[in-house]
C-alpha cells in the first residue's frame, strides 16, 4: 500500500514538473521552439487546462507564423 502511495505522489510531480515546463515553453519561447509549440498546439490537451484557451487564441492570431492556424485546425 506504501509503495502505491509513495509511486502515485511521485507521478503528481512528475506532471506538475512537465505542466510547469510546457507553460514556461509556451510563454518564453513561442517564436525560437516553434516546433515544439506546433506539436503542443497539434495535441492541445498536454497543455495545462488553464492556459489552453490562451493559446489557441493565441496560434489562430499569430499571422508571423501561418502554420499554427493549420495544428489548430486539425487537433480539433
Known amino acids: 500500500m506504501s509503495q502505491y502511495v509513495y509511486g502515485e505522489a511521485q507521478t503528481k510531480e512528475r506532471v506538475k514538473l512537465l505542466q510547469s515546463e510546457i507553460s514556461n515553453?509556451?510563454?518564453?519561447?513561442?517564436y525560437t521552439e516553434r516546433q515544439a509549440?506546433?506539436?503542443l498546439l497539434y495535441f492541445p490537451a498536454l497543455i495545462p487546462e488553464d492556459?489552453?484557451?490562451k493559446y489557441i487564441l493565441k496560434g489562430t492570431s499569430n499571422l508571423y507564423l501561418p502554420f499554427f492556424n493549420i495544428h489548430l485546425a486539425f487537433a480539433y
Open 25 to 30: 515553453l509556451l510563454s518564453t519561447k513561442w
Open 37 to 39: 509549440v506546433y506539436n
Open 51 to 53: 492556459l489552453q484557451l
